[in-house]
């Protein structure tokens, strides 16, 4: 299995790269951030500096989107960085939760992001795409340059298109029953497309928070600095749940149901342990949705999950102990996975 870190791109951008620096110390071959624009600063600007500090870490966003740059304009950037770097990019993309409301837009829909896929990865392969009307091509870009694409995906039709036409699936969220639901999903779309499933790399991404043991005091805080995971799910959710309604045979009750309780999103506090408008989010949700306590149980779920067919796991590292919790994946639950 690999091993990703996720991170915000909050200054000062050295901490950023020291962060991944120390990941891939430990064994983590894959570096992810956040990409709104307005809440954090530029990652590719960032991802230039990570990959110069790192030897063979893979960096992309988590995730992009189609609506805050042009496709010719994040396709050159990807394939600048492959070309400097040598095709150590993936390209995840999505909806444009944060990025897109923040700015006071809808976010993307489907269609949209299925074109843009299209032509992203196209010309960060050095292919030809047509951008409406005009068919344009890097001459620059050398053979064998590459851009995979993976697609954030919870609801039934982003499932189904990210299993027709994804490189990979993101999953934001580490429950074993809808892990395997929405596995299950886009493997059995691909099959249907024609497509090999196993080229579709599944990624599940969630916080890890190590605790020393597994006494109430511990898991309590532990929850604590993750319970802002659910609400940023929750933000997707509210938006699946206002498309299919509360009770719909298309989406699991088991990830809508927790948000009843939800008001409102403030994203001012987008993604951080400090977040008041996820008080919603019940201590069965984070234990479902993240991975905390003792070493033992995150290799006992990773190990779950792997046998779901997850291929990454990549790591929220948004609380109290970024480098403990980096540290003790490489020393203890990276080696057990991988032995």
Partial sequence: MDFGLVLQTDPPASKVVSLMKRAERNGFTYGWTFDSAVLWQEPF??????LSNTTKLTVGPMVTNPGTRTWEVTASTFATLNDMFGNRTVCGIGRGDSAMRVAGRKPNTLARISEAMKVIRALGRGDEADLGGTVIKFPWIKPGAELPVWMAAYGPKALKMTGEEADGFILQLADLYLTEYMVKAVKDAAVAAGRNPDDVRICVAAP???TADDSPEALAHAREQCRWFGGMVGNHVADLVSKYGEHSAQVPEELTDY??????YDYSHHGRADNPDTAFVPDEIVDRFCLIGPVEKHIEKLNALRELGVDQFAVYDMHDAQETTID?????V?????A
Wanted: charged residues 15%.
């Fill in 328 to 332: 003790a994946y490489g020393a203890e």
């Fill in 45 to 50: 600007v960032i991802y230039s500096q990570i």
């Fill in 208 to 210: 890890a928070y190590v």
């Fill in 334 to 338: 990276i080696p057990a996975i991988n």
């Fill in 259 to 264: 948000i009843k309780a939800r008001e409102g």
